[in-house]
């Protein structure tokens, strides 16, 4: 649908189909595109255009007044605000970084330091409000918000696991770039609602190589952080992909990899499926005996109270 408002309601992740007034008031040289960074928001509301035209079917619409209340109690919940803030600084690194990818450029993985740092404080001061504020994805941002969480939680579990804290930075950025490759992946395949078919499948299962590719090509990226892209698919009994890697070949990085990358997805609402408490996720993951590194998936646990 769609709907005329005003510059002060505009907001990341809107769909712009029209932007009023003369081209010379707004900084943009077109008219239709998706708002996916902060920065554009702020060009936005500070041009002279005379208003913008919204299509709520392609992005989100204008926030409600009860939400905006909602906004507006945030800041007295310190926890939230932090979690809310951490997410605000990321979206547009995150953001930059899955676009030039899409588009093939290289991949500004400074961003990911940069993220990885607002990250690494949030789950110090906040941790599980920062965790649950990325469960409220919706279909636009569950990409980027996928990725929070994950380097989140990988960051969590490393510290939890005493490993130290250059290769706790190192955990957090494969977090952040572990799903990089998906977006060479076809859209509509990427984001069917429906079943996979076997060719569709394969497609999916390409996504670790391309991203090990793209990241490996570029130069100047860890190990650890190629191991995750590439790795966090594998399986402890071998049955993963894909390397079909086993035991010890599994560095610890990517079983922490695996064991948040799983998590994250089974307490996610999405199109096709409602999400899982924390309880029954733990339980469900507790008994796929093989799939990952048992010792690991306690300590996550107990880590997050479950």
């Not at 190629?226 to 399986?235: A, N, Q, R, Y």
Request: net charge positive; charged share 25%; with cysteine.
């Amino acid at each position: 649908m769609l709907k005329r408002i005003n510059l002060k309601q505009v907001r990341v992740g809107m769909f712009i189909e029209a932007i009023e007034g003369h081209w010379i008031d707004h900084p943009f040289w077109r008219n239709q595109f998706r708002l996916d960074r902060a920065r554009d928001v702020e060009k936005l509301k500070s041009s002279n255009a005379a208003a913008v035209v919204i299509d709520t079917d392609k992005g989100l619409d204008v926030v409600s007044p009860s939400a905006t209340k909602e906004s507006a109690a945030a800041p007295k919940n310190p926890s939230l605000k932090r979690a809310l803030e951490t997410i605000e600084q990321s979206k547009p690194l995150i953001t930059e970084m899955f676009e030039n990818a899409r588009m093939g450029g290289a991949v500004p993985v400074s961003h990911a330091a940069q993220a990885v740092r607002h990250i690494a404080i949030c789950m110090q001061q906040s941790s599980r409000a920062l965790i649950e504020v990325t469960r409220l994805k919706s279909r636009d941002e569950y990409t980027f918000l996928h990725s929070i969480a994950v380097s989140g939680l990988m960051v969590h579990l490393a510290r939890a696991v005493d490993l130290d804290e250059e290769t706790v930075r190192d955990v957090g950025m494969g977090g952040l770039l572990h799903d990089i490759g998906k977006m060479r992946i076809p859209l509509k395949v990427l984001n069917k609602v429906g079943p996979l078919s076997d060719e569709e499948m394969d497609q999916i299962r390409l996504h670790p190589r391309h991203g090990y590719e793209l990241l490996a090509r570029q130069g100047g990226v860890s190990r650890v952080i190629l191991d995750i892209c590439l790795h966090h698919h594998e399986s402890i009994d071998g049955r993963g992909y894909p390397k079909g890697l086993a035991g010890s070949e599994i560095s610890v990085p990517v079983r922490i990899c695996s064991i948040c990358d799983v998590y994250d997805a089974l307490t996610s609402a999405r199109a096709y499926k409602k999400a899982w408490s924390p309880t029954d996720a733990a339980r469900f993951m507790l008994e796929q005996e093989g799939r990952f590194d048992r010792r690991l998936l306690m300590q996550f646990f107990h880590s997050l109270n479950l």
